[in-house]
């Protein structure tokens, strides 16, 4: 067993993406430079897969079309989580450098152009200052916004690791009042068949709709942490509590994989992420194993919190039937022989113990090469 399945085992193992890095109290990179400015995005959301066969040479409606119809919960690419936070502004508007430097340009001639000074990257820039020109912060405009993009990428990095930019100190008088909202909760078969909360048996992904909605400009982004646990019909915790993720930095490789469901992205400004609740489960292999659970009636209660510590919690009612059930299958108006896949026992993955992040920014955000991650 590897580290990797060990860490997703543990209940006393960290959130995935959890860290600490120095505190930095952060001026925007926008007019007014103290003042809030609608988020748009936020750290460590899902954007594309990079390595999908059956996407291949895809975009827009069509991608995401493609994605719908694959296993939500298979590993067919790499993913690539959103490394820093998109500020919305106007089309041409300028951006200004928030820390005393020299300027590295990187990402090509489009959209992708990016500013780098210190360890803050600017992304989505036309108008670019030129390659190593000295730079003083709220004074030297680096670019101004792209074309189309409708904002800017804001990237914090330390000791070259992507951090997140709204997390210790944070930009200033930054607020979010609003609680995330936590939405449907779903449940798969390891083959991607839908099962009914009210009857469940054999492997089981659980998965859950949720996004945060931030107070200035009202617009919906990703959660910072989430965390469940599970209780029997006497109120007694049977599983968990597992704390899922806390978006400090980015996740691994593989345990970002396994974080969201396949087609979980976001469109524009509107996201659509499901978030996989049992990526940390006694078995450490992204399913919860009911075969291993005393038949009965459960009550899966999540947490999901905002970088500000607002919290939304939900109880979910699910039942567990015995593995051979078939009158309880009846019973619930369901069909026992399609309740049970034929590999269904078999592992979901090979989960490779790797420390390799890969982060990106995606934008346009359901647009990304299909062979390679964005240039940011």
């Not at 990237?155 to 930054?174: C, D, K, M, T």
């Not at 593989?254 to 396949?262: A, D, E, K, M």
């Amino acid at each position: 067993m590897n580290r990797v399945r060990r860490m997703l085992m543990s209940r006393s193992s960290p959130p995935v993406g959890a860290g600490r890095f120095p505190g930095r109290r952060l001026h925007w990179p926008l007019r007014p430079f103290d003042s809030p400015h609608p988020v748009r995005a936020t750290f460590g959301e899902p954007r594309g897969l990079v390595g999908v066969r059956a996407a291949a040479g895809l975009r827009g409606a069509a991608l995401v079309h493609a994605l719908e119809r694959l296993n939500q919960l298979s590993v067919p690419g790499k993913r690539i989580i959103h490394h820093g936070i998109d500020i919305k502004a106007p089309d041409g508007t300028k951006v200004y450098a928030i820390t005393n430097g020299v300027a590295r340009i990187g990402g090509g001639t489009g959209y992708g152009r990016w500013v780098q000074v210190g360890d803050f990257r600017y992304v989505h820039l036309d108008d670019t200052i030129r390659e190593g020109a000295r730079v003083r912060a709220m004074r030297t405009v680096l670019g101004t916004v792209y074309e189309g993009q409708g904002h800017v990428h804001l990237s914090r990095y330390h000791e070259g690791q992507p951090v997140n930019p709204l997390a210790f100190g944070g930009l200033i008088g930054y607020e979010d009042h609003s609680p995330p909202v936590i939405g449907a909760l779903s449940a798969m078969s390891p083959r991607g068949r839908r099962m009914e909360l009210g009857a469940l048996r054999g492997p089981v992904g659980l998965c859950v709709r949720a996004h945060d909605v931030q107070s200035q400009g009202g617009l919906g982004t990703g959660l910072y942490s989430m965390t469940y646990v599970m209780f029997d019909d006497a109120d007694r915790v049977a599983v968990g509590p597992y704390h899922l993720f806390r978006m400090d930095r980015i996740p691994i490789t593989p345990v970002g994989n396994l974080l969201y469901t396949v087609s979980s992205t976001r469109h524009r400004t509107q996201p659509d992420i499901v978030y996989r609740v049992t990526v940390k489960s006694p078995s450490g292999d992204g399913l919860l194993r009911t075969g291993q659970m005393r038949p009965g009636d459960y009550r899966l209660r999540v947490s999901g919190a905002d970088v500000r510590g607002r919290k939304t919690v939900r109880d979910f009612p699910i039942r567990i039937l015995s593995p051979f059930a078939e009158q309880e299958m009846l019973a619930a108006g369901l069909d026992p022989a399609q309740a049970h896949d034929d590999d269904d026992d078999q592992p979901l993955i090979d989960l490779e113990d790797t420390d390799e992040q890969l982060g990106g920014c995606g934008c346009p955000e359901l647009d990304p090469a299909p062979d390679r991650p964005p240039d940011d």
